[in-house]
């Protein structure tokens, strides 16, 4: 039986992408109800070998959007090159 790349991979996509969004939303709104600055959490580790959240942003992105992009040579590249840096960066 065949299976197509919705089936396989488009819904596990929008439910990470669904929650990653609401973390963020989650993110924003703790910077300003406790009076932080948006890099207090934007540049945040839980330990110094673990990303920030701009490069778990973007690496959700790649293994999202970027992996459809790159399906017809049938090789996936990381791309670090484009980081957000902003809530509002986020959101895109």
Known sequence: MAINPY???VQ???QILSGLSGLIAKG???????????NDLIGA???????????????CSMHSACTFDQMPTGEFTADFTIVPDSWQSYAQ
């Open 28 to 38: 924003e709104a703790h910077v300003k109800e406790n009076g932080l600055s948006d």
């Open 7 to 9: 089936d396989a991979f």
């Open 12 to 14: 596990s996509c929008q």
């Open 45 to 59: 580790k839980l330990a110094e070998t673990i990303w920030t959240l701009p490069r778990h942003v973007r690496a």
